[in-house]
């Protein structure tokens, strides 16, 4: 099945043209965000789908209605595709955004408005190996040939969607002037009936048990996977191919330890060593 191998290139970094043009890249930038806003910002494959649902959720209560009817890039449209300007400016009450863009390119106009940030990051040897994967069905990336040479792009950042690195300390660097909740997938996968729980207080939507209850069985991995609202199946297969994978594949933790080999292992350390040094931030999971 042919690629659709078109590239945008904004700040810096490449995206897929299927999805983004300069012009959506520069609405994307200059948004006027409210303060009711709640953005979803992660590198892919951090469990983006994950949290629109666990918030589309938290919204409603726990009301299946709109979880069960609407595809979740339509209730928490990515800000930088090219569908949802209209769909934006349109939506009167609280909004749900998206995006994998990284932060110095949203961070000024998110300064403008009181809006909330929900950061979600995940063990970067996992997100590798997921996106590895996901280029194999979404026809929009390029071809990742081997994982090995998949893994050297990853590490130097010329993946699209950049450097895994750059994007997690750019967004975390932005804890004190931003309103941003920080969360792990290996939180989530942990805990999600606390996660939620967390989430929802921190949103200022506190939650009965019985809502977290509902919100946590429709938010399983096996329940998702089944959902044709959130598991990618209703995009048609000249823009992922099914035949290659499911986009929920395994949704597990430390799937890494299947395909990394020890030198590779070693390599990422080194890599991540490097590039963290400076970091104070939490990554517990990268030792396990
Ligand atoms: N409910 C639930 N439980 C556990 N894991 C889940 C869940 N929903 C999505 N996933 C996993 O998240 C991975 C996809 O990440 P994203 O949604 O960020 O992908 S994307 O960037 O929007 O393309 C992908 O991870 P891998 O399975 O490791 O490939 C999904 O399976």
């Known amino acids: 099945m042919a690629r659709l191998e078109v590239t945008e290139t904004f700040a810096g970094i490449a995206l897929p043209g299927h999805l983004h043009t300069q012009e959506s890249l520069r609405f994307a930038s200059s948004f006027q965000f409210r303060d009711t806003d709640v953005l979803i910002a992660t590198y892919p494959k951090s469990g983006t789908t994950w949290m629109q649902e666990i918030l589309t959720l ?7 209605e709109a979880a069960k009817t609407i595809p979740n890039w339509d ?12 769909l934006l400016q349109e939506t009167s009450g609280p909004r749900l955004i998206t995006t994998h863009l990284p932060c110095q390119v949203l961070a000024p106009a998110l300064r403008k408005s009181k809006a909330k940030v929900i950061y979600m990051a995940r063990n970067p040897k996992d997100v590798a190996v997921s996106f590895y994967h996901f280029h ?28 895994w690195f750059d994007h997690v300390k750019g967004w975390l660097s932005q804890q004190a002037e931003l309103e941003l909740f920080y969360i792990t997938y290996e939180d989530v996968h942990k805990e999600l009936g606390r996660s ?10 506190p939650l009965q048990p019985e809502e977290i209850r509902e919100i946590q069985q429709h938010c399983s991995f096996s329940s998702m996977r089944e959902n044709a609202m959130v598991n990618y199946t209703l995009v048609p297969c000249e823009i992922m191919d099914h035949s290659q994978g499911r986009f929920m594949r395994k949704g597990t933790v430390g799937d890494w330890r299947d395909h990394f080999t020890p030198l590779q292992n070693m390599l990422f350390h080194k890599i991540y060593q490097k590039e963290m040094q400076d970091s104070s931030m939490r990554f517990r999971w990268f030792l396990d």
């Open 58 to 64: 938290i919204h409603s209560k726990g009301d299946l």
């Open 75 to 86: 209730r928490a449209p990515w800000l930088e595709h090219t569908y949802s300007k209209d």
């Open 136 to 163: 194999k069905m979404a026809k929009f990336l390029p071809d990742p040939g081997s994982f090995e040479d998949f893994l050297i792009s990853f590490l130097d950042g010329t993946v699209q969607y950049g450097s």
């Open 196 to 205: 939620v729980e967390r989430l929802a207080d921190w949103l200022g939507c």
